[in-house]
């Protein structure tokens, strides 16, 4: 069965602007969770979606933000980025979450580099 | 406040050795940990995981003992082969929220030497 699926895979934008970045989860999933991974900061929990609601957030700005629609699609926007936000953005998705025992399986990730 | 740390930031073994990776945690309320395996640019690999109900888990080369009283684990990989080479991450969870939110710890990069 597809894994979870990132796209896009490789982008770079301009400080100011923003990004969307799209993941679809395994099928059959309900919880998709999003990651920031830096070199400095490691991996970062940004939030997590369960049957189209925030379930939990992390401790990131309000630029940071997503979405989850009824097919379990889920979309994470930044808006006016900054150097900072260079990171791989990593989507994961489990069928419940953690807490029952469900595996969290991840993405190949979106590398978004802002210039 | 790093509530999950891996204190190696790097292990060498030989090939057919065995690779001991540890990990410590903090906080008393996590009850299901995680290992991944990570290379550049790619999303972690689910390797092993075990809930606190459990001091050991075991799949293949991969078994993972916790220690609650210590709030420690660790991921043992016998015998180690040159493919394992990668960055292992320990993650753990609160689990009576039922929450996607795992915590990461820093990583120790693994070198499995031919």
């Known amino acids: 069965k597809a894994g979870v699926t990132q796209t896009p895979r490789y982008l770079i934008k301009t400080r100011g602007q923003q990004v969307t970045l799209s993941c679809s989860p395994i099928s059959g999933h309900r919880s998709v969770s999003w990651y920031q991974q830096t070199p400095g900061q490691g991996l970062q929990f940004l939030f997590e979606?369960?049957?189209?609601?925030?379930?939990n957030k992390g401790n990131f700005p309000g630029r940071f933000s997503g979405r989850q629609f009824s097919n379990s699609r889920s979309e994470m926007n930044v808006s006016t980025l900054e150097l900072g936000d260079s990171a791989l953005y990593l989507c994961a998705s489990s069928l419940e979450g953690p807490g029952g025992g469900n595996t969290i399986y991840f993405g190949e990730g979106s590398w978004l580099t802002v210039v | 406040d790093q509530q999950v740390k891996q204190n190696s930031p790097s292990l060498s073994v030989q090939e057919g050795r065995i690779s001991i990776l540890n990990c410590d945690y903090t906080?008393?309320?996590?009850?299901?940990f995680l290992w991944y395996k990570k290379y550049p640019a790619e999303g972690p690999t689910f390797l092993i995981s075990?809930?606190?109900?459990?001091d050991k888990n075991e799949d293949g080369r991969f078994t993972v003992f916790l220690n609650k009283s210590a709030k420690h684990l660790s991921l043992h990989i016998v015998p180690s082969q040159p493919g394992d080479s990668a960055v292992y991450f320990c993650?753990?969870?609160?689990?009576?929220?039922?929450?996607?939110?795992?915590?990461f710890g820093q990583g120790t990069t693994l070198q499995v030497k031919p």
């Open positions: 075990i809930s606190s109900i459990k």
């Open positions: 993650a753990a969870s609160k689990g009576s929220s039922n929450t996607g939110k795992l915590i």
């Open positions: 906080n008393s309320m996590f009850d299901y």
């Open positions: 979606y369960f049957s189209e609601t925030q379930r």
